[in-house]
């Protein structure tokens, strides 16, 4: 695929962009997907992220032949998970619907699928764990053929509300390192962490093993519904965690994702060109700090090295029967 992403200056001679930059399509929800498609493509963005009910509102087929013809790709599918039964659904109903999400992975051409763990449920923290590692060990093999990454993703305490029961940085880190399989990462949301004390020891850990990171700023703590403020916008030190990760190794993906009042009131079209100017201005200056010409592995180069995708099934007990029509916008 030809690139469209943004570039900051070239002072090397080389592309210079430190990073792909994607939007989520929960940025723009109100927008069908085919006028989506078309101006995120106008405003200039690598890729989208993929919001599992939008793409089953026209299926995956529809989905990807309008993705592939503007030329971009989708850096992610949000979301499955919830294995420790805190919506209601039942681990064997959770695990289904996470087949689901990486068949629609498959069919979308991505990379990653975003997992929200569920939080504890009435259970101890060593049994979430246990259900969490049981669906993962399930989920891998699936993931492997398909060429999927599964990223997990911690959520601040005060806003995980029933989405992870992985409220600590170190420990989803922890728990990635001990599973030791190439196919499970991390979805690292700076909305959660950016300002969170104990980030910036861990960003060499983090940069080794985050699949894509998701920006959004915020004022005041995060609280579960919070709005999710374009970059700019609130008090995060966005730009400074998002440079040292990319200092430290990381390489994945940035989603761009705001979501909230805010962003309805400001209009789709000029969040989208706020959102890449920043892009482009972060991108150019972090690039200025590199002294040597960089060539950076794309992500879907990255992780595809180590997955066996030699014998995709889309059929194999996934149905597309998803719980994703039923999956509601949450700032987290």
């Known amino acids: 695929m030809t690139r469209r992403g943004f570039s900051g200056a070239d002072p090397f001679g080389v592309d210079a962009s430190m990073f792909d930059v994607s939007i989520s399509q929960m940025t723009t929800q109100r927008w069908d997907l085919d006028d989506e498609i078309a101006r995120v493509a106008t405003h ?19 989905a990807a032949a309008l993705i592939t013809s503007a030329g971009i790709r989708v850096s992610s599918v949000q979301w499955a998970g919830g294995f420790t039964g805190g919506d209601g659904r039942s681990f064997d109903e959770c695990l289904d619907d996470a087949c689901d999400a990486i068949d629609m992975a498959c069919g979308l051409s991505a990379d990653v699928v975003v997992l929200h763990s569920g939080c504890r449920g009435g259970h101890t923290r060593s049994h979430a764990s246990r259900l969490l590692r049981q669906a993962l060990e399930t989920l891998v093999p699936r993931a492997a053929r398909a060429g999927v990454v599964l990223a997990i993703k911690p959520m601040h305490a005060s806003a995980a ?20 399989d190439a196919v499970v990462r991390l979805s690292l949301d700076l909305w959660h962490w950016a300002d969170d004390p104990h980030v910036r020891p861990l960003l060499p850990r983090l940069a080794d093993i985050t699949a894509i990171t998701q920006v959004a700023d915020r004022v005041g703590p995060p609280t579960a ?57 972060w991108s150019s200056r972090l690039a200025a700090e590199f002294s040597q010409p960089v060539e950076l592995p794309r992500p879907h ?4 090295r180590y997955l066996d995708a030699g014998s995709s099934t889309r059929g194999e007990g996934g149905s597309f029967r998803s719980q994703a029509s039923s999956q509601t916008v949450s700032p987290g």
């Open 44 to 62: 200039g963005f690598d890729a989208i992220a993929a919001w599992r009910p939008k793409v089953t509102d026209v299926g995956i087929s529809a």
């Open 161 to 180: 509300a029933d989405g992870s029961f992985l409220t600590r940085l170190v420990e989803a880190i922890d728990f990635v390192e001990r599973f030791d």
């Open 225 to 281: 519904g919070g709005d999710r403020l374009p970059p700019g916008l609130g008090s995060l030190p966005l730009e400074e965690v998002l440079g040292d990760l990319v200092a430290a190794g990381f390489r994945g993906d940035v989603e761009f994702d705001p979501v909230g009042e805010r962003v309805e009131a400001m209009g789709y079209d000029n969040v989208l060109a706020e959102t890449r100017g920043i892009a482009v201005a």
């Open 301 to 304: 180069v990255r992780w595809g």
